[in-house]
């Protein structure tokens, strides 16, 4: 069945393409490619932009490793589930949820190699910078 593109807005793209929104009533255009609603138009995106912005008063979490973190998530998830959270702040909450799980990661590891490194007694490139301008400065300041 062929779809009634009469009702569809006029409007074409650069591309060539339709615009694909129902038009207003007594008009070939949306609201928002309708020359008669210009100063209607401008308004609404004045109106929408002073409008106050929905505070979120959520409880500070405190995350000290990844059992946090996932505990905290698993709640997240649990919120969603029953409509207490808004999806848009679940998935943000959700993306740094796992920002802070790699970070830790990162750091996790990064201890575990200064402790494998310390076992082998294997010198970090710091201190070996550190020791060879320790040296130098030590043949300087010596008399020749």
Known sequence: ?????????????????????????????????????AVERKSAVLKGGLAQKKQLNLPRVDIQNPKDI?????????????????????????YLGGHLVKSMEVGIMEDRV??????????????????ANELLGSKQSSPQ
């Open 1 to 37: 069945m062929k779809e009634d593109t009469s009702k569809k807005c006029q409007f074409k793209k650069t591309s060539g393409a339709s615009c694909g929104a129902w038009a207003m009533k007594d008009s070939p255009y949306c609201f928002t490619h309708n020359p008669d609603m």
């Open 70 to 94: 996932s505990k905290f998530l698993n709640k997240v998830v649990n919120e969603l589930r029953t409509g207490k959270i808004d999806r848009r702040v679940a998935n943000a909450l959700g």
């Open 114 to 131: 200064v402790e494998i490194e310390k076992a082998l007694k294997i010198k970090r490139p710091q201190e070996v910078e550190q020791e």
